[in-house]
């Protein structure tokens, strides 16, 4: 329901973070104008680099303390 709600007021990006065994994977969609839905554009895990809706360039090791570290304790 809220991508359809995010759609339908046109925000052009979209990124799903989710939790797969402790490390973050993020889904990211992009808004198709003319159809006013979410076009899947990559599954990223480890690093994730875009050039829109500016460059970036996320390394999620650096993000998130390791599990092997005690910090999930």
């Known amino acids: 329901?809220?991508?359809r709600k995010y759609a339908e007021t046109?925000?052009?990006h979209y990124w799903r973070v989710e939790?797969?065994?402790g490390s973050?994977?993020?889904h990211v969609y992009e808004l198709d104008r003319p159809t006013?839905?979410?076009a899947?554009?990559?599954?990223?895990?480890g690093t994730m680099r875009r050039p829109v809706p500016f460059a970036v360039?996320?390394?999620f090791h650096s993000l998130v303390p390791?599990?092997?570290?005690g910090a999930a304790e």
């Not at 899947?40 to 895990?45: D, K, M, Q, Y």
């Not at 390791?66 to 570290?69: A, H, K, N, Q, Y």
């Open 10 to 12: 046109g925000i052009p």
């Open 1 to 3: 329901m809220k991508l």
């Open 57 to 59: 360039t996320l390394d």
């Open 66 to 69: 390791s599990l092997s570290s």
């Open 36 to 38: 006013s839905v979410y």
């Open 19 to 21: 939790d797969e065994e």
């Open 24 to 26: 973050p994977v993020v």
């Open 40 to 45: 899947p554009v990559g599954i990223f895990r």
